[in-house]
């Protein structure tokens, strides 16, 4: 009889070996390596990936192409395969700092933070000097909520490189998270000196400034973020509440229908409107605010202390006790507060 003998098939990313054989040909490998980063570079990543798998067919331990692999893997949204692929990058080239990057930054986007933090170290070990890498530390530092040992990175590759915007803004954050304002201030504006462009390290700054009291400087800095991106819905949140503060109603109400009307319709914006229309004695406006935050946040107690005084103020002294009454069993500690108030709508 016949025996017909079965060949195995080992397939890994798109390399296939036939019986053991392994070709070993790095020019050939390489030849397919530029030609799939310039297809990658065009997004044309069907052609890059066939190029990429060409480029391993060629040369198994190509580690660049593994990288690329990954990276085209992660671009196109499968990062899983691309952890895999960049895990072989790592395993043949240990020392090749930006492909413990690349892998990093996947971890990020996976929310794996350790693992994330794991690959930057080795980054920085591996190529200390880059500004990159270290304040990428930062950030997982960061998003560990680890913000001092954030900085002190930060503050690092700003060392390395003192035209970095990003670690200047990434800085600015983890002092805000911090609510050392003066610290966000003076970064942002590092920032906005090297890109006076950009909306949000305007609006940051800004809301230093709200945060120092500088409201003055603050509302210009606002208006500029505004300028800048008037599709931007926290800079006419901030600017509004720069305006409830000086007690610019008309304004406030203004940057607050502005900012729903962008899809912040949080509770905590119809609050605000609400609180304006109030002191602009539109009480039938200001009730309605205060009813939507309530349908979006049935425990929110200011919205009903709010509410009640809007009820009192329209003499329905029934709704206005309710409303007290609730927001008293919401937040005890309002009791003292309002006692005078409910005691009155009583009678």
């Not at 395969?81 to 892998?103: G, M, N, Q």
């Not at 201030?185 to 920032?191: G, H, I, R, V």
């Not at 949000?200 to 409201?215: D, I, Q, T």
Request: proline share 3%; hydrophobic share 40%; net charge positive.
């Amino acid at each position: 009889m016949l025996k017909i003998k079965l060949l195995i098939l080992l397939s890994l990313a798109g390399v296939i070996f036939i019986n053991g054989c392994k070709p070993n040909n790095p020019v050939e490998s390489n030849k397919h390596l530029k030609a799939g980063i310039e297809a990658f570079n065009k997004t044309k990543y069907d052609d890059a990936e066939k190029e990429f798998t060409q480029a391993l067919d060629q040369k198994s331990d190509n580690s660049t192409a593994w990288y690329y692999m990954g990276v085209l893997h992660s671009a196109i949204n499968y990062p899983a395969k691309a952890i895999e692929e960049l895990t072989r990058a790592v395993e043949i080239s240990p020392d090749t700092a930006r492909f413990w990057d690349a892998r990093g930054y996947i971890y990020i986007v996976m929310g794996d933070y350790s693992k994330a933090m794991g690959d930057y170290e080795k980054a920085v070990e591996k190529d200390p000097k880059s500004a990159v890498y270290v304040n990428r530390r930062g950030y997982v530092y960061a998003l560990l909520k680890d913000y001092t040992t954030a900085v002190k990175d930060y503050t690092k590759a700003i060392q390395l490189n003192p035209k970095y915007e990003d670690a200047y803004s990434n800085q600015g954050f983890s002092y805000m998270e911090l609510k050392q304002y003066d610290k966000v201030a003076w970064d942002f504006s590092k920032a906005i000196e090297i890109n006076p462009n950009n909306a949000v390290y305007f609006n940051a700054r800004g809301y230093a400034y709200s945060n120092m009291k500088k409201l003055a400087d603050a509302l210009a800095d606002f208006d500029n973020a505004i300028r800048l991106n008037p599709k931007m819905a926290d800079a006419f949140i901030n600017r509004g509440y720069v305006f409830l503060n000086t007690e610019q109603f008309q304004f406030a109400v203004r940057d607050f229908d502005s900012a729903i009307k962008l899809g912040a319709t949080i509770p905590q914006n119809f609050n605000a409107r609400g609180y304006a229309f109030a002191n602009l004695k539109k009480y039938e406006q200001a009730i309605n605010d205060f009813s939507k935050t309530i349908e979006l946040d049935p425990n929110f107690p200011d919205a009903y202390v709010n509410r009640g005084f809007s009820y009192w103020n329209s003499m329905n002294k029934q709704k206005a006790l309710a409303d007290w009454e609730k927001a008293v069993q919401l937040k005890p500690s309002l009791d003292s507060s309002l006692r005078t108030y409910i005691d009155k709508a009583k009678k």
